[in-house]
Each structure stands twice: as C-alpha cells, then as structure tokens.
C-alpha cells in the first residue's frame, strides 16, 4: 500500500496536505484531545476553547495556554516535519500545506508559507477592540495580562470554537483543496471544521485521499488508502 501511494506521490501533479495534532504528537505534544494531564485533567478542552469559558474564567484558560506554551517552547520538529518541508522546498509550486496546529512546529522546520488556519499559540491579541489606551508597552502583567487603563484583557491568537478562521488561509486552503489531484490528511482526528471539510472538498474535486493516522477517523469515508502508521515514520518514507 505504501508503494502504491509513494506512486501517487510521485505522479501528482498537486498535492495537498492537511495536518492535525498527531503530526506534533512524536515531538512530545500532547494531541488537542488527549492534553488534559495533572491539574488539567478535569477539564473538557472543548470547553476550555472558546471566547465564552474565557470571558468566564479568564485565568484558567490563561493557565491552559501557559502550560500548553511552556511545553511546546521546549519541543521540536520531528522527522515528518522534516520530509514535508524538504519536499516543500524541492517542489516549489506543486505543494500545498494546511495545518490545523496553532504549534509552530511546521514553521520551525522550514514550512514558513504553511496554511495555518487556528492560528498560533505563540502570539497573543486584544480580545476586545484595543482602545487608545491599550498598548503594548503599558501592559499589566497578570493572568492574563490587561491595559490598566480599560482593564482589555490579552487573549492567545488561536482560533477558538465558534470564532471565524482566518479568511486569506481559509480561502487558500479551499482553493488548493479543489485544485489538488493527491491530498494526504495527516494526525487529525477529522471533527473540527470547516478544516475537516477540505477532504470532502478534494474528493469531490476528484482528488485521491490517503489518511496518515494510526486510528479510524470519519474522513476515512472518503480515502481511497489509509495507511496506519505515526506520521513522524510514515511520511519520511511516503516523500522520500
Ligand atoms: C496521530 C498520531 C501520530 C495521534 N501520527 N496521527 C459543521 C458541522 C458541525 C459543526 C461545525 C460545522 N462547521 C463549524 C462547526 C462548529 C465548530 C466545529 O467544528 N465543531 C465540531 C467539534 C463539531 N467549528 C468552529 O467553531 C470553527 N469556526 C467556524 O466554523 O466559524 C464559522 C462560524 C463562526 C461563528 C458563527 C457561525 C459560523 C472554529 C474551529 C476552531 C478549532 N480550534 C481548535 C483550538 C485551537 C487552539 C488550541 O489549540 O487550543 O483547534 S479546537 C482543536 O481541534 C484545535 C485543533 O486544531 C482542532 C483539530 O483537532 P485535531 O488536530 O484533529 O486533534 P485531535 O486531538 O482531535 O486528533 C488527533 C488525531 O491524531 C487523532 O485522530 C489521533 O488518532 C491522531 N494521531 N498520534 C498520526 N503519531
């Protein structure tokens, strides 16, 4: 099965890919699902994600964003990171990537024009429209920080639940769907759009879909291989 996609590979004359969590999980990131450990362990992270639990209790999901930073400060690309971006970079023109992570990892490995479509944990913004008052510099540290002056919060600059994507990635991202004739969804578990909705969209384009993930998921419906292994072993050899 491997051969036979390593062939597609190699005929296609587009090819997108597609990433979620599981693309980081080899480099020590705990997928979206599977990161509730220790002190998080009792919250549900699709509760944790939106405006709403934040307006709620603002420095539990600070706290959340903290703890998820500190760990992925410490992490690097692993070697599927590493053939995307290599095959990136030896295919100028031909390549697509799409990544649902707000990790960083893929920029870090070389991939620094990756679709990122939830955004990226590293940044922080206003997250209510910033006043005249609310600068950088004149910040109140805290959990979350906020202008001292109108007491705006800063919020981490991932797309939450409910909140539209980025519009340019977005549109990006359908165009490269549509046009692609190879697109390879790696690590997600496939639940969240409208992300999940671009294999629909390549298929329906008359894409061939290959999944690359160790567990069934519902965009397997429209794959025509999946192949059952952990990115970080499989895409090295699939891009070789
Ligand atoms: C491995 C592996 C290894 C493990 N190798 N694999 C249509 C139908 C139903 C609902 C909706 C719909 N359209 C929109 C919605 C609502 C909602 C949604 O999708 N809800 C579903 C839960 C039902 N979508 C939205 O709200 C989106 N916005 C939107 O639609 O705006 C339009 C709008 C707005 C307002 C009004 C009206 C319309 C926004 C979605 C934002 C998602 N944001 C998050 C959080 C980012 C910040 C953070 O990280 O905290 O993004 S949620 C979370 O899910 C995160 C991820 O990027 C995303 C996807 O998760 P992913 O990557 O799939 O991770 P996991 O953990 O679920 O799966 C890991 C997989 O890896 C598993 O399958 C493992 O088996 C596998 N694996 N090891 C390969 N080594």
Redesign the pocket.
């Known amino acids: 099965m491997l051969d036979t996609v390593r062939g597609w590979v190699r005929e296609a004359h587009r090819i997108a890919v597609l990433?979620?969590?599981?693309?980081s999980?080899?480099s020590g990131v705990p997928?979206?699902?599977?990161?509730q450990t220790g002190l998080w362990a009792h919250f549900n992270?699709?509760e944790?994600?939106t405006e709403s639990a934040f307006r709620a209790h603002p420095q539990r999901v600070w706290d959340w964003?903290e703890h998820?930073r500190q760990m992925i400060a410490a992490v690097k690309p692993n070697a599927?990171h590493l053939a995307l971006a290599d095959f990136a970079r030896q295919h100028p023109g031909r390549f697509t990537l799409i990544t649902?992570?707000?990790d960083g990892l893929h920029q870090l490995a070389g991939n620094t024009d990756a679709l990122a479509?939830?955004?990226n944990?590293a940044e922080d913004r206003w997250l209510d429209a910033p006043r005249a008052c609310c600068g950088a510099d004149s910040l109140e540290p805290g959990h979350p920080p906020r202008c001292p002056v109108c007491g705006n919060l800063r919020r981490?600059a991932?797309?939450?639940?409910?909140?539209?994507?980025p519009a340019q990635a977005l549109e990006d991202a359908e165009r490269a769907a549509r046009e692609c004739d190879l697109m390879l969804v790696?690590?997600?578990?496939?639940?969240?759009?409208?992300?999940?909705?671009l294999a629909f969209t390549a298929h329906q384009s008359g894409a061939r879909v290959v999944i690359?993930?160790?567990?069934p998921?519902p965009l397997d419906a429209v794959a025509e291989h999946r192949l059952s292994?952990?990115?970080?072993v499989?895409l090295p050899v699939l891009l070789a």
């Open positions: 990433t979620g969590a599981g693309m999980a080899e997928t979206f699902r599977d990161a992270p699709q944790l994600a964003y998820r599927g649902q992570n707000v479509l939830h955004g944990i981490p991932v797309v939450w639940f409910g909140e539209h994507l790696v690590g997600t578990s496939g639940e969240v759009y409208p992300a999940a909705g690359v993930n160790p567990e998921t292994e952990p990115a970080a499989c």
